[in-house]
């Protein structure tokens, strides 16, 4: 699968057949998202594989209820360790580049995901609190995104996209 086609053919996928996550694609798409650019090359993302259905339930709920969630063979928790990157930018570091980088680190996974034949949704609809403490998070880390991941079943068509020229501009506003 080329580029193109991944991004204009991957959706959010909320329903799952019960086929496992083989450990290869699991590594694919870890490994495709350990590829994402990040400021400074730091890297400040940290990732759980979740199988345990009783801590994907606990993500589930953390979700406000989202329990597709705990219906995916594998659940990836993704969090941003801010003073990764306040270390080297501050602030800014802290508060705005680790979340683009993750969000680069995300979106890789996504992607591979969908190519590979897998489903996967970015749940970011979740109370961190819960979330961390399912996923037993130090408090160093924020947890930023709930992947479920597996075989999809179900085929959503592409949502409504905004047209080009309704949020391009040339040169300024």
């Not at 053919?9 to 329903?15: E, H, M, T, V, Y």
């Not at 399912?134 to 479920?148: G, H, K, M, S, T």
């Amino acid at each position: 699968m080329d580029t193109f086609e991944a991004i204009y053919g991957r959706r959010s996928i909320r329903a799952f057949s019960k086929e496992d996550v083989t450990q290869t694609q699991l590594t694919k798409i870890l490994d495709a998202g350990r590829q994402a650019p990040s400021a400074g090359n730091l890297q400040p993302w940290e990732l759980v594989v979740v199988r345990d259905s009783k801590r994907k339930m606990a993500l589930a709920r953390a979700a406000f209820g989202q329990y597709f969630i705990a219906e995916a063979p594998i659940v990836l928790v993704v969090c941003v360790h801010p003073a990764r990157s306040a270390r080297r930018y501050g602030d800014r570091g802290a508060g705005l580049y680790c979340l683009q980088d993750t969000a680069a680190f995300i979106q890789n996974m996504l992607l591979a995901s969908h190519a590979i034949g897998l489903g996967s949704c970015w749940v970011g609809a979740f109370d961190e609190a819960r979330a961390a403490e399912a996923i037993e998070a130090p408090d160093a880390l924020r947890p930023v995104a709930i992947i479920p991941v597996g075989s999809p079943a179900e085929s959503p068509s592409a949502p409504p996209r905004r047209r080009l020229e309704d949020f391009v501009q040339e040169e300024r506003f």
